[in-house]
């Protein structure tokens, strides 16, 4: 941990992490991120069996995940969905990494 803390923060290294995680709808990308960010109450909301798929981009921000560092996870619409159009949530994705 004390080697992967000194190369994020090492100069002209930002001391951000941005984790994008992406895959297919209903397979475990928001129980994933609540796993990784081990909180309390879940933030993110799961269940593909349940009609309410992530639908648009969300970003939680873990502050003490790595000891000084910030850590970003964006969990994004499921891809491979009959329902909905990729190529809108593959926009929708790259616009909200912009942010």
Sequence with gaps: MSTMKHILTSEGTSSDIHLLVVGKTGQGKSTFINSLIELQKE?????????????????Y?????LPGVRVR????????????????????????CQE
């Design 61 to 65: 921000v873990h502050p003490e995940l």
């Design 73 to 96: 996870v964006i969990d994004s619409p499921g891809l491979q969905d009959m329902h909905n159009d990729e190529q809108l949530y593959i926009k929708k994705i790259k616009a909200h």
């Design 43 to 59: 933030i993110a909301e799961e269940g593909a069996e349940t009609d309410m798929c992530t639908n648009s981009c969300y970003s």
